[in-house]
């Protein structure tokens, strides 16, 4: 079962080339920010449950035949919709190289199918969404709506370890004018004097402030707010505790759920 047709689409949110199957379905190659490739194959009229199919690399007919796989991982099915995050680079390298994608079904009593991809016309895709994977932002709005940075004790310099992740942030906000505010919050633990816990609060909240509007996040879209010692997440009577205390806490909010896409920053 195959089709010659590959087709592109993608932006800094996602990039995704999918194959026709005719007579079966869809296979699609994924890449997503700060996540792994994955592999679906999408049925039109075959539906399992807790059920793993085999998908291999192997020569296509007019190429020189080898016996072993290029490689192989595993397909895991839940309804029409299998899907694999495991050795997914390997399958786009076939890609590029004329490589066909072949997957072993044995849905049982006595029934298999094998579903191929056709390689033909795939160079050009492939190289489509490399440029697609290069440009996506750093990290999915699940990962940048709520960060939290910790601080040293009695301290309210930023560390540089938390520098990629102001970077995703701002970048996200550039990109999605769905986010309409920022909402900085400082903390302290329950150690020292109250008013200085208070400050200290507020001045490691105004510091990450400083560094996203550095990084071209609008000032009118942040709000600050600082609240010393209220509001732990951790006991203040441990050392682990008190560290996860010394925080802020970025939030991102949406105005909806859907996602704008700035058409000045897709790329397509």
């Known amino acids: 079962?195959?089709?010659?047709?590959?087709?592109?689409?993608?932006?800094?949110?996602?990039?995704?080339?999918?194959?026709?199957?005719?007579?079966?379905?869809?296979?699609?190659?994924?890449?997503?920010?700060?996540?792994?490739?994955?592999?679906?194959?999408?049925a039109d009229w075959l539906s399992l449950r807790d059920h793993a199919s085999e998908i291999i690399i192997e020569s296509s007919s007019w190429q020189q035949q080898n016996n072993a796989a290029f490689a192989q991982s595993e397909l895991n099915w839940q309804g029409h919709t299998a899907k694999?995050?495991?050795?997914?680079?390997?399958?786009?390298?076939?890609?590029?190289?004329?490589?066909?994608?072949?997957?072993?079904?044995?849905?049982?009593?006595?029934?298999?199918?094998k579903v191929n991809s056709s390689p033909v016309s795939t160079r050009a895709i492939v190289r489509e969404f490399r440029l697609c994977k290069q440009n996506l932002l750093p990290k999915?709005?699940?990962?940048?709506?709520?960060?939290?940075?910790?601080?040293?004790?009695?301290?309210t310099h930023l560390s540089p370890e938390y520098e990629q992740d102001l970077i995703?942030?701002?970048?996200?906000i550039a990109a999605d004018d769905n986010v309409t505010e920022v909402l900085i919050d400082g903390h302290a633990d329950a150690s020292g004097d109250h008013f200085v816990n208070?400050?200290?609060?507020?001045?490691?909240?105004?510091?990450?402030?400083?560094?996203l509007i550095e990084l071209g996040v609008p000032n009118t879209m942040i709000q600050v707010r600082h609240h010393g010692t209220r509001n732990p997440i951790a006991s203040n009577n441990s050392a682990q505790g008190r560290?996860?205390?010394?925080?802020?806490?970025?939030?991102l909010v949406k105005t909806n759920n859907l996602t704008a896409l700035k058409t000045q920053k897709a790329s397509r």
């Open 1 to 42: 079962m195959e089709k010659s047709s590959w087709e592109f689409s993608g932006n800094i949110f996602h990039c995704e080339i999918s194959h026709q199957v005719d007579g079966f379905g869809d296979f699609m190659l994924t890449a997503t920010p700060g996540d792994e490739l994955f592999i679906s194959l999408t």
């Open 84 to 113: 694999t995050s495991r050795n997914s680079a390997a399958f786009l390298e076939a890609l590029e190289q004329g490589l066909t994608w072949q997957v072993n079904i044995d849905p049982g009593k006595n029934i298999k199918y």
């Open 140 to 155: 999915p709005f699940s990962y940048v709506r709520r960060v939290d940075m910790q601080f040293n004790s009695n301290s």
């Open 168 to 172: 995703a942030i701002a970048r996200y």
């Open 198 to 211: 208070l400050q200290l609060s507020k001045e490691r909240a105004y510091e990450v402030q400083a560094r």
């Open 243 to 251: 560290e996860l205390n010394r925080r802020v806490m970025v939030r």
